[in-house]
């Protein structure tokens, strides 16, 4: 007989399907290629206020208290334990993606890290040689074709795109902690881990303070072409050249070929 937690996973995991098979249906369909423009931007724009709001009262002041109290080992030791968790999902995701001899390596981190590593407190793994990587389901739908769809913006969670939004699904299924049916475990896990990613990416939201003109379009922009960036494991093709002009002649016109551009 299912208990109440598992039936509840199980629906989770419906739902998953379903939104995930919506979402790619229309990637495949309309969103083939990297959009030009932002048609969700009227929604995106007040979500991305209420995240600055909540990041400007909450989550910041608080990763702040959390990294005055919290010796940098320590700190260390709580990413190294969340990164371990997430490497589940980066392995399955290795899989998909045939990166055979990554998921192999990738499994040995994990193995390596949750026993010697006391539960992934310390990344005895990258000591022995094991590279770490990260892979998401959305890059594994990018390496297989298909296209990002429009710019998305998440409550309480920040940049995103059509692609990429079931990942967060997979993410979190992949997720040992999902399968913990006590409450007062991982919710309190779960502020940390936030409160600890937010502490890590201080440097990175006091350069959007200081370099951006519009928080909206930098975040944005740094999103696509860091996701374009990851997909392309750091080697995205470059743009094509313009035609060569002939010699003594003008340069052609440009040509129309009808065919997408990345």
């Given at each position: 007989?299912?208990?109440?937690h598992?039936?509840?996973?199980?629906?989770?995991?419906?739902?998953?399907?379903?939104?995930a098979?919506?979402?790619?249906?229309?990637?495949?369909?309309?969103?083939?290629?990297?959009?030009?423009?932002?048609?969700?931007?009227?929604v995106n724009?007040?979500?991305?206020?209420?995240?600055?709001?909540?990041?400007?009262?909450?989550?910041?002041?608080?990763?702040?208290v959390?990294v005055?109290?919290?010796?940098?080992?320590?700190?260390?030791?709580?990413?190294?334990?969340?990164?371990?968790?997430a490497?589940?999902?980066?392995?399955?995701?290795?899989?998909f993606?045939?990166?055979?001899?990554?998921?192999?390596?990738?499994?040995g981190?994990?193995?390596?890290?949750?026993t010697?590593?006391?539960?992934g407190?310390?990344?005895v793994?990258s000591?022995?040689?094991?590279?770490?990587h990260?892979?998401?389901?959305?890059?594994t739908?990018?390496?297989?074709?298909?296209?990002?769809?429009?710019?998305?913006?998440i409550?309480?969670?920040?940049p995103?795109?059509?692609r990429?939004?079931?990942?967060?699904?997979?993410a979190?299924?992949?997720?040992?902690?999902?399968?913990?049916?006590?409450?007062?475990?991982?919710?309190?896990l779960?502020v940390l881990?936030?409160?600890?990613?937010r502490?890590?990416?201080?440097?990175?939201?006091?350069?959007?303070?200081q370099?951006?003109?519009?928080?909206?379009?930098?975040?944005?922009?740094?999103?696509?072409?860091?996701?374009?960036?990851?997909?392309y494991?750091?080697?995205?093709?470059?743009?094509?050249?313009p035609p060569?002009?002939?010699?003594?002649?003008?340069?052609?016109?440009?040509?129309?070929?009808?065919?997408?551009?990345?």
């Open positions: 007989m299912k208990t109440r598992s039936r509840r996973r199980s629906a989770f995991v419906l739902c998953i399907a379903g939104l098979a919506f979402l790619l249906g229309g990637c495949a369909t309309r969103y083939g290629v990297q959009p030009t423009s932002d048609p969700l931007e009227p724009r007040p979500v991305s206020v209420f995240n600055t709001k909540f990041d400007q009262y909450l989550l910041g002041p608080t990763a702040h959390y005055e109290a919290t010796p940098q080992a320590a700190r260390t030791g709580v990413t190294n334990f969340f990164s371990n968790l490497t589940p999902n980066t392995i399955v995701n290795d899989f993606q045939a990166k055979l001899v990554q998921g192999v390596s990738d499994t981190r994990l193995v390596v890290n949750s010697l590593g006391v539960g407190l310390f990344d793994a000591m022995l040689g094991l590279e770490k990260k892979e998401d389901f959305g890059q739908l990018g390496v297989w074709g298909s296209g990002p769809g429009p710019y998305l913006v409550p309480a969670n920040g995103s795109d059509v990429d939004a079931p990942g967060l699904a997979m979190a299924v992949t997720n040992p902690l999902f399968y913990v049916p006590y409450l007062y475990v991982t919710i309190p779960a881990g936030a409160v600890n990613l502490a890590n990416l201080e440097g990175a939201v006091q350069f959007r303070k370099a951006a003109i519009d928080n909206y379009i930098f975040t944005r922009e740094s999103y696509q072409q860091h996701r374009r960036f990851v997909i494991d750091g080697r995205p093709p470059l743009p094509p050249l060569a002009a002939p010699e003594g002649g003008k340069p052609p016109p440009p040509q129309n070929s009808g065919a997408p551009s990345e």
